[in-house]
T-cell receptor, first 110, second 114 residues
Framework: GENVEQHPSTLSVQEGDSAVIKCTYS??????FPWYKQELGKGPQLIID?????GEKKDQRIAVTLNKTAKHFSLHITETQPEDSAVYFC?????????FGKGTSLLVTP | NAGVTQTPKFQVLKTGQSMTLQCAQD?????MSWYRQDPGMGLRLIHY???????DQGEVPNGYNVSRSTTEDFPLRLLSAAPSQTSVYFC?????????????FGPGTRLTVT
């Protein structure tokens, strides 16, 4: 099956700084890579995704990059705000299954 | 649209008891799934369904049963609860059966087995 590694497990940044979270996957057949944000006491919510035929995707302050050769993808958040504080999960899809990384707890301090 | 709803929000069981976690969606999604979330483990797929009458196992299916008699509902059954099943359970749905599109998650059920 697919194995997704995510780093770091915790990340603390000052408001206005950038945050980067990195993931690697094991199966080269995976072709869909979403990122989910989970706020305390809630279910995960999709914030951005990328497919294997695209190298980079941007949505306002959030961007995702994908390197299929190296089998890694990253989430970039610029101009961080306190409301960005949450747990972020990367995932990779293989067939019907969505395989998640173990999560990154991001804390943005004012 | 209510989206994905889960009941109950909290549940405490004794070892050996059985129960059913309910999940419903009103978006006419074909794909539904159950995950468990444990500290430091991320979300792990228990079972999924690509349509009414069709279910399959995920990464951690042991101790859980599912059925899908309607498009809307996807209940998860614990036949004989064990302390190792203490977790937060999330149900999710997606319009695409391939899993390659946004999954909508419910608010979760926090289960404690003593």
């Amino acid at each position: 099956g697919e194995n997704v590694e995510q780093h770091p497990s915790t990340l603390s940044v000052q408001e206005g700084d950038s945050a980067v979270i990195k993931c690697t996957y094991s199966d080269s057949a995976s072709n869909y890579f979403p990122w989910y944000k989970q706020e305390l006491g809630k279910g995960p919510q999709l914030i951005i995704d990328i497919r294997s035929n695209v190298g980079e995707k941007k949505d306002q302050r959030i961007a995702v990059t994908l390197n299929k050769t190296a089998k890694h993808f990253s989430l970039h958040i610029t101009e961080t705000q306190p409301e960005d504080s949450a747990v972020y999960f990367c995932a990779a899809t293989l067939g019907y299954a969505l395989n998640f990384g173990k999560g990154t707890s991001l804390l943005v301090t004012p | 649209n209510a989206g994905v709803t889960q009941t109950p929000k909290f549940q405490v069981l004794k070892t050996g008891q059985s129960m059913t976690l309910q999940c419903a969606q009103d978006m006419n999604h074909e794909y539904m799934s159950w995950y468990r979330q444990d500290p430091g483990m991320g979300l792990r797929l228990i079972h999924y369904s690509v349509g009414a009458g069709i279910t399959d196992q995920g990464e951690v299916p042991n101790g859980y049963n599912v059925s899908r008699s309607t498009t809307e509902d996807f209940p998860l059954r614990l036949l004989s609860a064990a302390p190792s099943q203490t977790s937060v359970y999330f149900c999710a749905s997606s319009y695409s059966i391939s899993g390659e599109n946004e999954q909508y998650f419910g608010p979760g059920t926090r289960l404690t087995v003593t």
